[in-house]
């Protein structure tokens, strides 16, 4: 329960794919920035990936290449497209407004888990 809610997550073999959804709630969601955020243990909070009302889009170097955001306005939903996976993607994933100043209320996150 929540403004933000997380799925898509599970386990995955390094090099394989993985697609979260974000399921959003609030009257403003088509021209706010939303981002993907995730968090490993002992580490902090970090974005990943963001996209723009007008849809355009920025991604941690981490990975750039790898992982597309989208977004669909009439569901109020964002998308993680996760391809390529490696083991250092391993974290609980976080859909939230972006940048970092903007994000409040979070969501219970969707675990990925990336090993053989």
């Known amino acids: 329960q929540g403004q933000f809610v997380e799925s898509g997550g599970g386990l995955v073999q390094p090099g394989g794919s993985l697609r979260l959804s974000c399921a959003a709630s609030g009257s403003s969601f088509s021209v706010y920035t939303m981002g993907w955020y995730r968090q490993a243990p002992g580490k902090q909070r970090e974005l990943v990936a963001s996209?723009?009302?007008?849809?355009?889009?920025n991604y941690a170097d981490s990975v750039k290449g790898r992982f597309t955001i989208s977004r669909d306005n009439a569901k109020k939903t964002v998308y993680l497209q996760m391809n390529t996976l490696k083991p250092e993607d391993t974290a609980v994933y976080y859909c939230?407004?972006?940048?970092?100043?903007?994000?409040?209320?979070w969501g219970q996150g969707t675990q990925v888990t990336v090993s053989s």
């Open positions: 996209i723009t009302g007008g849809y355009s889009t």
């Open positions: 939230n407004r972006a940048p970092a100043p903007f994000a409040v209320g």
